[in-house]
């Protein structure tokens, strides 16, 4: 059984979901969503950001963590501020010693939904469906959720292909 942490990182609310995957069972461990107040000078956002995501490395000592990546659109403030938030997002679990993987939005809904261009309500339905038990009150929660979920599907496979190469 390994736990591991999901994160959708954003500047203004950043989801997080915690599950432990035990071969093809998962189960939800907790969720919810750093929210930074938007008056603030973005280096003050990004500490509580990392202090934030510190602690709930601390306290819920997961093995491994997985990453959104950052999507590109129009206002390049906006991506810009994102791919702040993302770099705390990837640091904090890095400096705690905790391996860190991106996966693309894509890969993301594709795992969960079996479509890789799932709308965000079936995202969520599914993580409901695959997470019994999870009271998902935030869409950021829910997409960190299917975010370590998704880690958690490629890790499985990850396994049984390393495994049926030491058997070859």
């Known amino acids: 059984m390994v736990r591991l942490l999901g994160i959708d990182p954003g ?8 599950i432990e995957a035990d071969g093809n069972r998962l189960r939800h461990i907790g969720d919810g969503v750093i929210a930074t107040d938007s008056a603030a000078p973005v280096s003050e956002r990004l500490k509580v950001l990392h202090d934030a995501l510190a602690a709930l490395l601390a306290t819920h000592r997961p093995a491994e963590a997985a ?4 999507y590109v659109n129009r206002n390049g403030t906006a ?3 994102l791919g702040y938030a993302r770099g705390v997002a990837l640091l904090a679990p890095a400096l705690a010693g905790i391996p860190v993987t991106e996966y693309g939005a894509k890969s993301v809904k594709l795992s969960v939904v079996g479509t890789g261009g799932a709308a965000k ?9 695959l997470l019994p038990g999870a009271s998902i009150r935030r869409a950021d929660a829910a997409d960190a959720l299917a975010v370590a979920i998704c880690h958690a ?10 495994a049926a190469r030491r058997m070859a």
């Open 121 to 129: 309500e079936q995202v969520q339905m599914m993580v409901r469906r």
């Open 153 to 162: 599907h490629h890790r499985a496979s990850r396994l049984v292909y390393a």
């Open 79 to 81: 991506t810009l501020k």
């Open 67 to 70: 990453v959104e990546e950052t």
């Open 11 to 18: 500047l203004r609310f950043t989801g997080w979901g915690i």
